[in-house]
C-alpha cells in the first residue's frame, strides 16, 4: 500500500485552482479510502468510497465506521489493532456486505497516521478478476497434470486388468459357494479400477478441439436442468435467472452440457433432502480477457454463468484444492469431477472461481462469446 499523509486541515478539502493537496490525490486513486478518528468517526472518504458505500462524503463525515460495515466485520479488529500496536496492517478475503451494497470480497490495508494519533487510514482492494484469473490457470494446470499418469495407467494397467477379469471368469465357472462368491468380486473389483481409469483418460484429450461454434448457452442449461429435474436432482427446488439477451457462447456444446451437469450434480448432492434449493443465473460483464489455448489473441470472458446452492458449504480446508485431482468431499467420490471441469472450460478459454461457505455455495463460470467477422477485424487493428 502507497502511503499518502493528508494533514488534518486538508481532510476533506476542496482542492484550490488545481492545486494537488491530499484529498486531491486520494481522490484520484481507484480504491475506496476512509480516514476513521480515534472514536471510529469518519473523517474523510474518497469518491471512490462514495461509489462503493453508496452514501455522500458529507453524510459518512456525520456517521461512524460500524454505520457503514456490520458490527462483526473484521474491518473493526483490525481498525483497533492498528491504532493499538501503531503498524500497518493488512487482511485478505473480507466479506463486506450489507443490503445497501451488496456483497465484495475485498482486502482492506490499515496504516495508522503519523501526525494525528489513535487516526487509521483505510484502502479497500476489492478481490480483483486477475486474481481469480490467476487461481483459474492453476487449477487448470493442476487438472492437466495427471494426464500423464492416466495414459500410463490406460497402456500398462487396463491390458493386465483385462486378462485378471478372463481368468476370473473362467475360474467362476468351474467353482461353487464362496469361491464363485470371490470370483465375482474379483471382476467386480477390476471393472471398477478400469472405469476409474476410464474417467482418468478424459484429462488426455487434446485440449484444441476445432469443433466449437456458436452455442446458446440457455439451450445447453435447459438440457441440463431437464436432466437433473428428471433424475438426480428431482427433490431439489430449482431458481432460473436468465438473461436473455446475451450471445451465444463460443464452444462445444457436448462439453458445456458435461461441465454444467457436473456442476448441478455436485450442487444437487451438497443440498439437503428437504428444503435443498440451487439458483443458475447468466449475465454480461465487460473488461476480463484472457489468452484462449491455441488462440492468436486474448479472447474476451463476458458471458457469465452462476450456478450456487444452499448446502453446507465446502471445508476451509479442501476449498483451496477443490479443483486439484483426488479431492473430495463426498464419501466414496474419486475426485475427479471438478478437475475435469476445469480443464473442459480452460479448454474453451474459460475461467471457473469458487465462493463458499456454510449455507452458501457458488461456482462462477466466465466464458467467450462468438464474435462476428466485423468485430474481429476491428479489435485486430
Excluded at 13 to 18: C, D, F, I, L, R
Excluded at 263 to 271: D, G, M
Excluded at 310 to 330: A, E, M, Q, S, W
Amino acid at each position: 500500500m502507497t502511503d499518502i499523509m493528508v494533514s488534518p486541515p486538508d481532510i476533506g478539502a476542496t482542492p484550490k485552482n488545481g492545486d494537488p493537496d491530499g484529498a486531491a490525490v486520494l481522490n484520484a486513486l481507484p480504491d475506496p479510502v476512509l480516514v476513521i478518528g480515534p472514536d471510529n468517526s469518519i473523517l474523510y472518504a474518497n469518491n471512490a468510497a462514495e461509489q462503493l458505500f453508496r452514501y455522500s462524503r458529507s453524510y459518512m463525515r456525520e456517521r461512524v465506521l460500524s454505520d457503514l460495515i456490520p458490527h462483526d466485520s473484521p474491518v473493526l479488529l483490525l481498525v483497533d489493532r492498528v491504532r493499538r500496536e501503531e503498524s500497518t496492517m493488512s487482511q485478505h478475503g473480507v466479506r463486506l456486505e450489507t443490503p445497501r451494497i451488496g456483497e465484495h470480497l475485498v482486502r482492506v490495508d490499515g496504516a495508522p497516521m503519523a501526525d494525528r494519533s489513535g487516526s487509521v487510514v483505510l484502502t479497500i482492494k476489492e478481490q480483483s478478476v486477475a486474481g481469480k484469473i490467476d487461481r483459474s490457470l492453476t487449477h487448470r494446470d493442476s487438472a492437466r497434470s495427471i494426464s500423464a499418469m492416466a495414459a500410463l495407467l490406460a497402456h500398462e494397467i487396463k491390458n493386465p486388468l483385462s486378462g485378471v477379469r478372463g481368468a476370473a471368469q473362467l475360474l467362476e465357472q468351474s467353482v461353487s459357494g464362496d469361491d464363485a462368491q470371490l470370483t465375482r468380486l474379483i471382476v467386480e473389483e477390476t471393472d471398477r479400477v478400469v472405469s476409474l481409469i476410464d474417467r482418468m483418460e478424459a484429462f488426455t484429450g487434446d485440449t484444441e478441439f476445432d469443433d466449437r461454434g456458436p452455442v446458446n448457452i440457455h439451450e445447453v442449461l435447459e438440457r441440463v436442468l431437464t436432466l437433473a429435474k428428471t433424475g438426480f436432482a428431482s427433490h431439489v427446488r430449482f431458481i432460473e435467472a436468465y438473461d436473455p439477451s446475451l450471445p451465444p457462447v463460443h464452444g462445444n456444446k457436448d462439453r458445456l452440457i458435461q461441465i454444467f451437469l457436473n456442476l448441478v450434480k455436485n450442487a444437487a448432492e451438497a443440498v439437503l433432502e428437504e428444503g435443498g434449493e440451487i439458483t443458475v443465473a447468466t449475465a454480461y460483464q465487460h473488461g476480463v480477457r484472457l489468452q484462449a489455448p491455441g488462440g492468436d489473441m486474448p479472447m474476451q470472458l463476458p458471458l457469465v454463468v452462476t450456478i450456487q446452492d444452499n448446502g453446507p458449504g465446502i471445508p476451509d480446508d479442501l476449498r483451496r484444492h477443490i479443483f486439484d485431482p483426488f479431492v473430495t468431499t463426498k464419501q466414496g467420490g474419486t475426485g475427479l469431477g471438478l478437475p475435469l471441469v476445469a480443464k473442459l472450460i480452460g479448454d474453451h478459454g474459460g475461467v471457473i472461481d469458487l465462493d463458499s461457505r456454510p449455507g452458501r455455495t457458488v461456482f462462477r463460470i466466465m466464458l467467450p462469446i462468438t464474435r462476428d467477422e466485423g468485430e474481429e477485424e476491428k479489435n485486430n487493428e
